[in-house]
């Protein structure tokens, strides 16, 4: 059997790890072939290939980004997108493809599988931790150990100033590293998308940690609105997916705060930072563990399936079913952390 590996959407760390996981088990227990496809679902949909063999996958356990490449091409929306995928992967003779990434790579692999019965396995892949079906997402760990170290500096900075430091973090519209990186990091307030926020509630927070003396800490998803306002955005362009590209909303809330406060406020905005880098520990053991049962899903020729972490076990769920909607923070949880703001 020859297997198709691509990786798709926006870089995390742990990709490496777990296409060393299908090949270092697919060539040593089964005997598979592999082949690469490049940047995410134009490999298939140009043809761009490269040879994945064990000595391909020798040494990136530990590096981050990944050696295939990724992008965020749509070929639903490319004209005859599926029959050039269909027609490549016969000319290569590929028997299955193993698609890793995170909702929108997923969604492509799930019609692939479900409209035109290509042989699709999917593994879950996206810092936002935001599929449904699975308890974590590779990548997430590595994501919030970046923003609560960048946290726990800032808190140094914003005493020695008194002034008010906002962090913008990624999520899109979950707020799961904001809320985990916030209370790791000693926030004293966290604001997600879940939950639209009260501007004066945020200034009476921050005004409360100045009579004690101390300077607040701020952190705010990046898809994050006020109660009475909109989205900020950078602009208003999609992608090939129709997202919009987020960020802007640190800048904005640090200007409110400091309007309407009169203590200086400043903004740091992680961006891409909280994807780059070294995985850590928990994503390698996560992305190895699932690139093993990926490719015995293939084994199985249980197709239309994504792999995804309940509990401690690895199960199979369909890939419908897990990019169906998103899993976003529940207010109850919101609620928990709530006695940490200001």
């Given amino acids: 059997m020859r297997v198709g590996v691509l990786t798709g959407g926006g870089d995390c760390p742990g990709l490496n790890a777990v296409i060393r996981a299908i090949v270092r088990k697919g060539v040593q227990e089964y005997r598979y072939d592999f082949i690469g496809f490049r940047d995410g679902w ?7 290939t490269v040879q994945l063999d064990i000595p391909a996958v020798r040494g990136i356990l530990p590096r981050g980004g990944t050696i295939l490449g990724s992008s965020r091409t749509n070929p639903l929306k490319v004209e005859n997108g599926i029959r050039r995928i269909k027609e490549n992967l016969a000319k290569y003779e590929v028997d299955a493809l193993i698609a890793i990434g995170g909702e929108d790579t997923l969604g492509v692999a799930a019609e692939l599988a479900d409209e035109y019965g290509i042989n699709c396995v999917g593994v879950p892949k996206t810092i936002d931790n935001d599929l449904s079906a699975t308890d974590y997402t590779f990548g997430f760990d590595t994501a919030v150990n970046i ?6 500096r800032l808190h140094t900075t914003a005493e020695s100033h008194m002034r008010v430091l906002v962090v913008e973090v990624m999520g899109r519209h979950a707020g799961w590293i904001a809320v985990h990186s916030g209370l790791a990091g000693g926030a004293n307030a966290i604001l997600i998308p879940e939950q639209r926020f009260d501007l004066d509630q945020v200034c009476a927070w921050v005004e409360s940690r100045f009579k004690i003396r101390y300077a607040p800490i701020v952190v705010v998803a990046e898809g994050a609105m006020p109660k009475d306002g909109d989205m900020v955005l950078k602009d208003g362009s999609l992608d090939s997916f129709g997202h919009v590209r987020l960020s802007g909303i640190g800048e904005w809330l640090a200007k409110q705060i400091e309007s309407r406060t009169g203590k200086e406020a400043r903004t ?27 490719i015995d899903a293939v084994r199985d020729r249980d197709f239309g399936k994504m792999v995804a972490l309940r509990g401690t076990d690895i199960v199979r769920v369909p890939i419908a079913e897990a990019t169906a909607k ?7 949880l919101y609620e928990e952390i709530g006695v940490f703001f200001g």
Avoid at 42 to 48: F, T
Avoid at 273 to 294: E, I
Avoid at 326 to 332: A, F, I, M, N, Y
Wanted: glycine share 10%.
């Fill in 42 to 48: 134009r490999g298939p949909l140009d043809a761009d």
């Fill in 268 to 294: 740091t905005v992680l961006g891409h930072v909280q994807r780059g880098g070294t995985p850590s520990a928990f994503d390698r053991w996560l992305a190895t563990r699932f690139g093993l049962h990926a």
């Fill in 326 to 332: 998103l899993k976003t923070v529940d207010p109850k």
């Fill in 147 to 152: 923003a609560t170290e960048a946290i726990d």
